[in-house]
């Protein structure tokens, strides 16, 4: 786990310029980057790949996490504290295949990350494993 430094927050800003929605989902949070308390990620240089939470907007929002993967931003949110089925924000159309390995990407980026950038869950993973849903 990494803190978040400048240059990592353009490549961030640049991987989502084209995603005009998702910008504006970060950008909501006031200022994310600037002058906050530094955040965390989990980064996969290698593959290009890294998971990152947003703080919600208000207090009955859920948390986002902006997860990059084969040059696509997904965001997520985890719609309870007790819960570990982690949800797209918006639809995912792919082939079983490549769904399963994007699932299994995002596994393993919470496994390193958590839920709140510590590498721990607030509870243990479901009994039934599969916890992440389209």
Excluded at 4 to 28: E, G, V
Excluded at 77 to 82: A, E, F, G, P, V
Aim: proline share 6%.
């Amino acid at each position: 786990m990494e803190e978040i430094s400048k240059p990592d927050q353009d490549k961030i800003f640049s991987d989502l310029a084209n995603d005009f929605r998702k910008t504006r989902w970060l950008q909501m949070r006031g200022g994310y980057f600037n002058d906050g308390v530094p955040r965390k990620w989990v980064i996969d240089r290698e593959n290009d790949t890294y998971l990152f939470s947003a703080p919600p907007v208000s207090m009955s929002e859920e948390n986002k996490y902006y997860f990059f993967f084969k040059k696509v931003m997904h965001v997520l949110h985890i719609k309870t504290r007790d819960s570990q089925t982690i949800y797209f924000a918006e639809h995912v159309n792919m082939k079983p295949a490549k769904l399963e390995e994007l699932k299994s990407a995002i596994k393993a980026a919470f496994a390193e990350y958590g839920l709140g950038g510590d590498g721990r869950y607030l509870c243990p993973p479901n009994k039934f494993g599969d916890m992440i849903l389209p």
